[in-house]
């Protein structure tokens, strides 16, 4: 029999927790646990484990998991898909699929803040943005967004800040697809911003909207091709909407541009989208990259990540993340969104679907989708005598005036699944999957005829798309998109960026805050079964039985776990998850007449996201203070919510708190805010250290967003995917994505109604393998790590903040400053000296400027762990010698790190230490060293020399 699964995902054998256990002076696990956790929070547990049954089923094994796994995907059932709207069939090509999709050089890498170990995914980042702006033909474009529709929404929140005008009225296309529609409402309406639903595409729209009073609307946004499937000129509409001092947003499918004008050419200031077709399975609704572009002089407007080409220290060309990439940690409430991630892993995706088919094979597959939907339209019409809505589209068709609910039963019978709009509409749209002798067949069945004779089709169809249109301009002409299109020099191309990045199948990334932990091959393995990924987010629920199930689950364990009543997965994102707790809380205040409710407390050491995301749930921010020991001073709060008694709202806090401990007084913290008319809204990134030891439900919260892709192990794919579910109390069940189950569109905050559905089975086969007993040996292995690091590493680095038994939680902050004033050595220097031994940098200077933040979590090995702290302390030591004057402060080898194979073989060797231990500052690196790609990226001279696109090849000669 094999050992349980728990045993594989902690790395820490019995031996080893003995051993750690010694060095920080306890005699077990549980004593360390009743030491660290405060009794509140201890008993609260306890008392609720007795008066609870536990929800969680015994744990599995590997092979019980995949077999239950493969038993709910065979209760999915995939059709051929008709429905479009934003979601399309696609093939991702195999190449893709295994060395990026399944390989956890890719999906195991972290956000790429240390570029100099980031080169890979970064160059693949860059592609994206570099795909992006030749499709939509406009000059700078992000790293990706969470999905189509909250890009939307981000535009009409860019259009607000950067209009000429201070108007509060937003233009709505018509014909804008369904799900942003929605999503724009529920958003636009706890800021004030006026929604006016327009059809912009009939006649005369344009002269209406330059007839609009000055200063009346500060933005519009238009469906291109429309949800519909209409293809039209919208340049003249865009004209009229800039005439008035707006902006002009253009959400528009990238594949149909490479056939069609792009938003750029028709004059659009902002252009947001998806890349789902690019390769990325439909997933049940994601996750998906999203994107967005705009025009030269709102590049500073931007929201999410940018990445830019700068210079090493050498002078070499290198990337990095660009301009506001972390604004919401530096200007919070100030900040103009609370995105902090991306779609990275799924934007790499997209990028290499474009790489590897070139510009002539995405638009052959365009005209193979086009031909496909004009041999329909021709076969409906012609053969069949059925009226079509449209005579100008690119891939979607609706027919009208027949009976559509007969026809879908038809379709259905015969494998596919469409869109009924009303009674007498049909919706039809075509992708890459669907050939023109299928076409033939969808017009039998929706005609109802049972002859097989038709129009017959030739290899090129008349277009159906205006020829004023015709997009002449060139795109993807940079070598990267023509040079890869065999599947060997694919691979290639793909093993060498991976070869260039540090993910944890290399080593350690011992990120706190963030919970770098094991994504196992099991846990994975269902991601790209075709019963996940083949199916629609629209798909009818009688055909996602296997997926609902699966979501039922998790969101019993997810609230057994966290001691609340209601989960909804629908949030893609942490920062999505923060805003469908705040707009909870909003939504409950005002359904009691408290609309005067609408002041966020939120501690100094709280996560930037909270306060951003307050900002966008409509409300004020007032911060309260946090002592020295980093809890959150109690007298500030009280006096603060005695100040604004009548407006509180919430207070935000995180637990275990930001600062890495268990706030002692966390039960009297949210027994004042409740006593006040609050609600506390607990911030679950750090659930890590609290799982099977406390509830957040049970010291008090009302709502909490959890981290799927930190606690719960779905992998950080570079910065993203992530979902970021929402929990709560019963009573602000309603006002939850999902309305508490009622209703799957209910107060959307992404896409698609569960989100990032195809990656839940991770989450799902982690929380079966390791059953309660699992997840809490999990909790406790992370704590004691994080323990064991402070105490080994606290004489040489002190540690900031501990809690009760002067002891940390999953994470301890080292103090670097010391080091600074003493040295010289600086937090850069010590992260980008940890390089050269082989490590990923802890994170650095969060929450406390000149810190180091370590979370080794619970996945780790001892050795591993010893050979961090060995590198910490050889670290030390350097520093010390720099003070004691043998190498100099501006030339040592902390601030020369990292050092590349380049750097230590070119031109003749001046510095004042040797280029051994330049590379091997220990033995132990010799042999499986990592060479990180460029020196120390200089980051100012990348944003005053901003450069958001691929550089010409010359360059890395």
Not at 559 to 565: E, K, Q, S
Not at 599 to 613: F, Q, V
Not at 665 to 675: F, G, K, L, S, Y
Request: aromatic share 6%.
């Amino acid at each position: 029999m094999s050992a349980p699964f728990s045993e594989r995902h902690i790395g820490l054998t019995e031996a080893d927790s003995r051993a750690m256990l010694a060095a920080v002076g306890h005699e077990s696990i549980e004593s360390l646990m009743d030491a660290a956790i405060p009794p509140a929070v201890a008993e609260s547990f306890r008392a609720a484990a007795e008066a609870d049954e536990d929800l969680l089923p015994a744990a599995a094994s590997e092979a019980e998991t995949l077999a239950e796994l493969r038993d709910l995907a065979s209760r999915n059932t995939v059709t051929t898909s008709l429905i479009g709207l934003g979601y399309y069939g696609t093939h991702t090509p195999s190449v893709i699929q295994r060395n990026v999709l399944e390989n956890p050089s890719w999906y195991t890498a972290y956000t790429p803040y240390q570029p100099e170990i980031s080169q890979g995914r970064l160059e693949a980042l860059i592609n994206f943005q570099t795909m992006v702006t030749d499709l939509t033909g406009l000059d700078i474009a992000n790293a990706s967004m969470l999905d189509e529709s909250t890009a939307v929404v981000e535009a009409m929140l860019l259009a607000r800040r950067a209009a000429k005008v201070k108007g509060t009225v937003f233009l709505v296309d018509a014909d804008t697809l369904p799900q942003t529609r929605r999503l724009l409402e529920h958003r636009a309406e706890s800021l004030g911003i006026h929604l006016e639903t327009v059809d912009l595409a009939a006649a005369g729209a344009a002269d209406a909207v330059a007839a609009r009073p000055e200063g009346e609307i500060f933005g519009a946004h238009l469906q291109y091709p429309g949800a519909s499937g209409l293809v039209w000129d919208p340049s003249e509409v865009v004209a009229a909407v800039r005439s008035r001092g707006a902006l002009a947003v253009v959400a528009a499918d990238l594949l149909a541009l490479t056939l069609i004008k792009s938003p750029g050419e028709l004059g659009a200031d902002i252009a947001v989208g998806t890349s789902q077709r690019f390769g990325v399975p439909m997933g049940f609704g994601g996750p998906h990259a999203g994107y967005m572009a705009v025009r030269k002089g709102l590049e500073r407007q931007l929201p999410g990540r940018l990445v830019g080409v700068s210079q090493d220290a050498d002078g070499h060309p290198g990337y990095r993340l660009a301009l506001q990439t972390r604004e919401q940690h530096i200007r919070r409430e100030k900040a103009t969104s609370n995105i902090c991630t991306a779609q990275v892993l799924l934007a790499v995706m997209a990028s290499m679907y474009a790489v590897y088919h070139g510009p002539q094979g995405l638009t052959r597959i365009a005209q193979q989708v086009h031909d496909t939907a004009s041999l329909l339209a021709k076969e409906l019409t012609e053969s069949h005598g059925l009226t079509v809505q449209h005579d100008s589209f690119f891939d979607t068709i609706r027919v009208t005036g027949i009976d559509a609910t007969a026809a879908f039963e038809r379709l259905r019978a015969a494998g596919y699944t469409a869109h009924v709009v009303d009674d007498a509409t049909l919706h039809l749209a075509v992708d890459e999957t669907i050939d023109l002798s299928t076409a033939i067949t969808i017009a039998f069945v929706v005609s109802g005829r049972e002859d097989e004779h038709g129009v017959g089709f030739t290899s090129m169809q008349a277009s159906h798309l205006p020829p004023s249109l015709s997009r002449t301009s060139e795109f993807l002409t940079h070598p990267t998109f023509n040079a890869y299109h065999s599947e060997t020099a694919m691979m290639r191309y793909l093993k060498r960026l991976a070869d260039l990045d540090y993910a944890l199948d290399r080593g350690m990334i011992p990120l706190g805050s963030c919970t770098m932990k094991l994504n196992a091959a099991t846990e994975m393995a269902a991601v790209t079964w075709p019963e996940f990924a083949g199916l629609h987010p629209f798909a009818p629920d009688e055909d996602a039985e296997g997926y609902l199930s699966m979501i039922d689950d998790l969101e019993t364990w997810l609230a057994d776990i966290t001691g609340y009543d209601a989960v909804s997965l629908q949030p893609n994102a942490g920062s999505q998850g923060e805003l469908a707790g705040l707009l909870a809380i909003r939504g409950y205040h005002h359904s009691r007449g408290d609309v005067h409710r609408d002041l966020c407390l939120i501690p100094a050491s709280a996560h930037g996201t909270n306060a951003a995301s307050a900002v966008l749930a409509g409300m004020r921010v007032v911060v309260v203070a946090c002592d020295e020991a980093g809890n959150v001073d109690v007298a500030d709060l009280r006096a603060k919510i005695e100040r604004y008694a009548a407006e509180l709202a919430a207070l935000m806090i995180t637990y275990p708190s930001t600062h890495g401990v268990y706030e002692h007084e966390i039960v009297a913290i949210t027994d004042a805010v409740h006593d006040a008319g609050g609600q506390v809204y607990i911030d679950g990134a750090n659930l890590n250290a609290l799982v099977g030891y406390g509830r957040f439900g049970d010291v008090g919260g009302d709502v909490s967003h959890l981290n799927l892709h930190k606690t719960f192990c779905i992998p950080h794919g570079g910065g993203g995917p992530g979902v970021g579910p929402v929990a709560a109390k019963s009573h602000l069940a309603e006002f939850l994505p999902g309305a508490g189950g009622r209703d799957p569109l209910a107060n959307p905050v992404s896409a698609a109604p569960y989100g990032s559905a195809s990656i839940l089975p991770i989450t799902w086969a982690y929380v079966r393998m390791m059953g309660s007993e699992g997840l809490r040996e999990a909790t406790a292995a992370a704590v004691l790590s994080a323990n064991y690091v402070a105490a080994r590493l606290r004489e040489a680095f002190p540690v900031l903040y501990t809690g009760d038994g002067d002891l940390v939680a999953h994470e301890c902050i080292l103090d670097i400053r010391p080091l600074k004033a003493a040295t010289g050595v600086t937090v850069d220097d010590v992260a980008k000296r940890l390089v050269d031994y082989g490590f990923h940098s802890p994170t650095m200077s969060f929450p406390v400027a000149g810190t180091l933040m370590v979370e080794p979590t619970e996945s780790e090995d001892l050795g591993e762990i010893d050979r961090f702290v060995e590198a910490m302390l050889a670290i030390r030591a350097e520093a010390d010698a720099v003070a004691a004057g043998e190498w100099p402060v501006g030339d040592n080898p902390l601030v020369n790190a990292p050092h590349t194979a380049r750097s230590v073989i070119e031109g003749e060797w001046t510095h004042p230490y040797s280029r051994e231990l330049a590379v091997y500052p220990v033995p132990g690196v010799i042999r499986h060293k990592y060479w990180p790609a460029v020196r120390r990226i200089d980051q100012a001279w990348g944003d005053r020399n901003l450069a958001c696109a691929c550089p010409p090849p010359e360059a890395f000669a």
